[in-house]
């Protein structure tokens, strides 16, 4: 049923539910606050644990060579490392300026559970990127950020723009309905509204 005080003409536009957000998005109000705070906290936990893993394979291939090589090794990764989180942090900027579809958005997720099937096989990869991890995380980790402390995310942004244009096409329909019925309607002084009024007449005499 439409809501209350509304046009039954018109047809119902729903808002595009976001991932664990819902149709938060669309007042942002506090549960919006809550579960975007839920989604940056998750996102965080899962870096640290990704730069956790990076941090333990490095360490490993580290411990190969003698105490004087690593500390050289150490200095530059640890300068490779802040290059990275920067070159994350800027590339990621402009990203955020990119409307995404709901329809994109649907298909980021069908194509994200057709490649999670194949993660367990890169194991041996991430074994040989092991001097080189760190930094890798760090550049992650800057992409994150950058997309995470948005006042909207690209994903709102495209499902907002959607709502906006379903919406302008539903009222613009109602619009073109009210219009069609009124050139339908005869016109008052017209030949058609004269008979009409001339069988009322004849209505009232009988």
Known sequence: ???????????????????????SW???????????GLVV????????????????????????FPPRARIVIHVLEGAAAVVALVVGWVRQRPV????????????????AA???????????LAILLAP??????????????????????????????????RLAEAGGGAARQIRRGAERRPPRGGPAGRRARRQIRRTDTS
């Open 1 to 23: 049923m439409p809501p209350a005080g509304s046009d039954p003409g018109v047809p119902a536009v729903e808002p595009f539910p976001q991932p664990f957000l819902g149709t």
């Open 26 to 36: 669309l007042h942002r109000g506090f549960g919006y606050g809550v579960r975007r």
């Open 41 to 64: 906290l998750g996102s965080l936990l899962f870096v640290a644990v990704v730069g956790l893993v990076a941090v333990a394979l490095y360490l490993g291939f580290v411990s190969l």
């Open 96 to 111: 955020n300026r990119v409307p995404v579809t709901p329809a994109q958005v649907a298909e980021s997720r069908h194509r």
């Open 114 to 124: 057709r490649t999670g099937a194949r993660a367990y096989g890169n194991q041996g």
């Open 132 to 165: 080189v991890l760190p930094a890798i995380a760090a550049r992650l980790l800057g992409s994150v950020l950058a997309a995470l402390f948005v006042r909207e995310t690209p994903r709102e942004t495209g499902a907002r723009q959607d709502y906006e244009r």
